[in-house]
């Protein structure tokens, strides 16, 4: 079931267009990473979907409704990068309360709190929290009403690496249940095994949409290819690859996919040289800087 559809969405400010002929749809369940440079569009397509702006060209449909009307508003949680709320009031009182503006029952603030991670810190003040911990406060705010879409804006800015991880894991569980989700984040590596589409808008129009896999096919960029060699074998091993640059104690080189089995079938035939190897496929830092210098 397609949530949130996009058609040809333009916005301009004056004589600027900041949003180019955009088209995008999201289904239930799916997680699509939105990326961009400064300045790209990201950020105009989120208050577009929110309602908060009106689109010049184009619309924006959420399961059937107009973004910014009671339902979509009642279907959609977002997630800013920087959530703020009242220094004064603990995490519970600010849930309660925004449960109660929700017309939820102020009785599941504490569920929500510990569903991010917050149930011992529940009855602190805000104040007195770091910026991860008001991050999970938003969190538990966006979780509100079991959204069916949801916006979040560099959600794990903040956060440490334990949190970031456990963030996901609850993004996933939600995917899992049916939420759509689109996420706008800078920490490109985070997002290689987190999402199922990826994104990429560069001065206002979409200049790549699809899978990791597809999107590093149709780039065709080069794998990286690590070599280690056996005990006393590294100059025998480097007359065998004589392409391959040292690095350490290992050798290094680049590979076209297209030559990826031949050079695996390279690598067997000198197994008796060769310690352990490595090899990695373009990252997702890569393939966003071709795309974007590309587009540029």
Known sequence: MTILTLSHLTKRYGTRTV?????????????VALLGHNGAGKSTMMKLILGLIHADGGAVDIAGHAPGSSVARSLTAYLPENAAFHPALTAREQIRH??????????????LLE??????????????????MRQRVGLAQALIGAPRLMILDEPTSGLDPVSRREFYALLDELAAQGTAILLSSHALSELEARTDRIVILSGGKMVAEGPLAQLRGEADLPLTVHILPAEGQGAVLAAAFPEAEPQGNALFLHCAPSDKLALLERIAANRHLVADFDLQPASLDDLYSHISRRAA
């Open 115 to 132: 569903k991010v991670g917050l149930a011992d810190a529940a009855r602190r003040r805000i104040g007195t929290y770091s910026k991860g």
């Open 19 to 31: 949003l180019d002929d955009v088209s995008l749809t999201i289904s239930a369940g799916e997680r």
């Open 98 to 111: 925004y449960l109660r503006l929700r017309g939820q029952p102020a009785s599941k603030a504490d569920a």
